[in-house]
């Protein structure tokens, strides 16, 4: 079995079905054997149009018609591209272009409910009860296929559309399949974005590869009410859920006593933290919070990750619970991992199984010991042929190795190092920013900042990890010409950022010629990162988060 | 914690707190007057202020309440004008006056 379509319709029951519940808590079911039909349907229609190998980008609100569409693309051989829905707004709507002319797809599809208001993209809908499913037969597929493409979220200006192959997807899947050892999943809760690689792969393909039921609900739910997450846990009794360390935290601040009487989690022996830096706090305290309601310590399983990779790199299995060790924090700092008593904790991401992974120097020099900081090296079937249409950028990331003409590594961006036969994750030598679990490509942060403020030079945009683990976007800006009220611009560009991104930011204007650039004209965004954090940019003007002002000063 | 509040000032001493417990800073230093985003308030924070808006006003407001109106003054005085006309039987939400689905 080389190709996922087949896969999955080998194991179409009728007893396994999506369930998408609806803010007010009614659910929508959809059993596979329906969602198969409805899929083969939606084929028919995308191959009457002459687009199979033409990619074709969804852009759903969350629900099950973004998971018929997708399976339908699949089930042609069309690459989907599953993107977020534009806000209304000029910024956005230049965004579905951007990915439309990278990926050279000419088609969109959504629901009914949006396609008059993305008539701007010429967006249809997929009609799956005009087509005959039966008029289906499946399109010749191998493992090297193309399943779909996966956006780096978000990215205006630098988009990366990592390509996806059925291997790719069938290798990942079974590995995540392999941490439930002797428990195997019967139902998955969640509330990702379908867009995003852990709601995609690790939710909705995780259930159809391994034929389990999945419980979801819209992301937008979920923040406004978490409890909500959970109660899907409890009413379906899910035994298996996945989560960026920001959606864990977030349950643990927002749920009510009240809310909590309620839960039941006795049922969950799988709770995955991915896709974001994990916080040994949020781990304790979520543990602490939901004992009372039956959640086990054992169920967690930290898990490192990234799209170039499918999903997953490393996950803690079924039972074994979290590993935490502390390690000196200046040292830290100095690429050693040295373990002190009283140091930085650090939570284990599990052990290196069915991929090969290695720490390098940073520079690519060499393998590192155990132990040592280095950037993580990854190698086996679940690693994405490339970067659509980009051979540079592919041979640069997913081609190192010894000989610059066969390297078969993914060179991840992260920094890490191995101990006792798991990794832990310290750090990134790639510039982008997470927050709250979404991913923020610096060049779109500063394209923003820029498009606010006409006097604009350089911007460099960076993240910076707070006392508190989170981390928080700064901008530094160049002035070119005309100072004005800097005090005004200054603002503008911060009314500009935090509306479009939704984030707080810091921002500070320099004096011309203060961001750094390589001699070949790249921004040295590390290098400004560390000016900034050691005080030895000089502002024309500042202004700073208070949570940021605490840590300058911890530093000086 | 999330008493019902009902003129203006009670609309703007609870915006306050509810801040004030988002940002994990004390009541005292939040300032009314000073954009919302300077305190690190973000796009989650923000969401759900528009929830507890919901729950302890009943008031239906835009999800980008917080980004239109980026003040705790501004937002008071929008909630407010809401709770006028409601009472003068005009609906108590803003979702009709910005041409929006």
């Known amino acids: ?556 | 914690m999330n008493t019902a509040p009902g003129p203006h000032d009670d609309l703007r001493r609870w915006l306050i707190e509810r801040v004030a417990v988002y940002v994990g800073r004390p009541p005292a230093e939040i300032d009314p007057s000073v954009k919302l985003r300077s305190y690190g308030l973000d796009s989650i924070h923000a969401l759900s202020l528009c929830v507890d808006v919901e729950e302890a006003v009943g008031l239906l407001v835009e999800p980008t309440l917080a980004w239109d109106h980026p003040t705790i003054d501004d937002i008071a005085a929008h909630l407010a004008g809401l709770v006028a006309r409601d009472r003068t039987g005009q609906g108590a939400s803003d979702m009709d006056d910005k041409g929006l689905l």
Request: glycine share 10%.
């Open chain 1, 1 to 556: 079995m080389t190709d996922f379509v087949a896969h999955i319709r080998a194991r179409l029951a009728d007893d396994r079905e999506f369930v998408f519940v609806r803010d007010d808590g009614s659910p929508v079911r959809l059993p596979f054997t329906e969602l198969d039909r409805r899929a083969r349907a939606t084929a028919v229609w995308l191959a009457g149009r002459g687009l199979t190998d033409q990619p074709v980008l969804l852009l759903y609100p969350a629900g099950l018609d973004f998971t018929v569409a997708f399976l339908g693309c699949l089930y042609a051989r069309v690459p989907a591209i599953p993107a977020p829905l534009p806000d209304t707004g000029a910024a956005h709507g230049s965004r579905v272009r951007t990915l439309m002319r990278d990926a050279g797809a000419r088609l969109v599809l959504t629901d009914s409910g949006h396609v008059s208001e993305l008539s701007a993209f010429s967006a249809c809908v997929a009609d799956h009860a005009a087509a005959d499913p039966d008029a289906w037969t499946p399109p010749a597929m191998t493992g090297a296929t193309i399943a779909y493409l996966q956006y780096t979220s978000g990215s205006t200006s630098d988009p990366r559309g990592v390509e996806v192959s059925h291997g790719n997807l069938l290798h990942n899947l079974e590995l995540f399949r392999l941490l439930a050892r002797d428990r195997p999943v019967r139902r998955l809760a969640g509330w990702l974005p379908h867009y995003h690689d852990m709601g995609l792969v690790g939710l909705q393909l995780q259930a159809l590869h391994t034929g389990a039921d999945l419980v979801f609900m819209s992301p937008a739910s979920f923040v406004a009410r978490p409890v909500r997450w959970l109660e899907l846990i409890s009413r379906y009794g899910a035994d298996w859920t996945v989560s960026p360390d920001f959606g864990y935290a977030w349950c643990t601040r927002r749920i009510t006593d009240e809310q909590l009487a309620g839960l039941d989690l006795s049922s969950l022996t799988m709770a995955v933290s991915g896709a974001e830096p994990i916080r040994a706090g949020t781990l304790a305290e979520f543990e602490r919070r939901f004992a009372p309601a039956g959640f086990r310590p054992t169920a967690w399983n930290p898990g490192y990750g990234l799209a170039e990779c499918t999903l997953m790199v490393t996950c803690v299995p079924q039972g074994q619970g979290v590993t935490v060790r502390r390690f000196d924090p200046s040292a830290l700092e100095r690429h050693r991992a040295v373990p002190a008593p009283e140091g930085t904790p650090l939570v284990a991401c599990g052990p290196v199984s069915g991929l090969d992974l290695r720490i390098v120097e940073p520079d690519g020099s060499r393998s590192l010991a155990d132990g040592e900081i280095g950037e993580i090296w990854v190698s086996g079937p679940s690693v994405a042929l490339g970067y659509r249409g980009r051979p540079a950028e592919t041979r640069a990331t997913f081609r190192a190795g010894d000989s610059a003409q066969h390297g078969r590594w993914l060179r991840t961006g992260d920094l890490g190092f191995l101990l006792d036969g798991q990794l832990y994750v310290t750090g990134r030598i790639k510039d982008v920013i997470i927050v709250n679990g979404r991913n923020l490509y610096p060049q779109d942060l500063e394209e923003a900042a820029a498009r606010a403020n006409p006097a604009a030079g350089r911007s460099a945009a960076f993240g910076v990890r707070r006392a508190d683990g989170g981390e928080h976007v700064v901008v530094v800006q160049e002035m070119r010409r005309g100072q004005g009220d800097l005090g005004e611009t200054a603002d503008r560009v911060m009314d500009q950022v935090t509306r479009e991104f939704g984030i707080p930011l810091s921002l500070m204007l320099v004096a011309r010629g203060a961001v750094r650039q390589t001699t070949s004209g790249k921004l040295r965004r590390r290098h400004m990162r560390e000016l900034f954090l050691s005080g030895t940019l000089t502002p024309l003007h500042a202004e700073l988060e208070p949570a940021l002002n605490d840590l300058l000063e911890t530093v000086a």
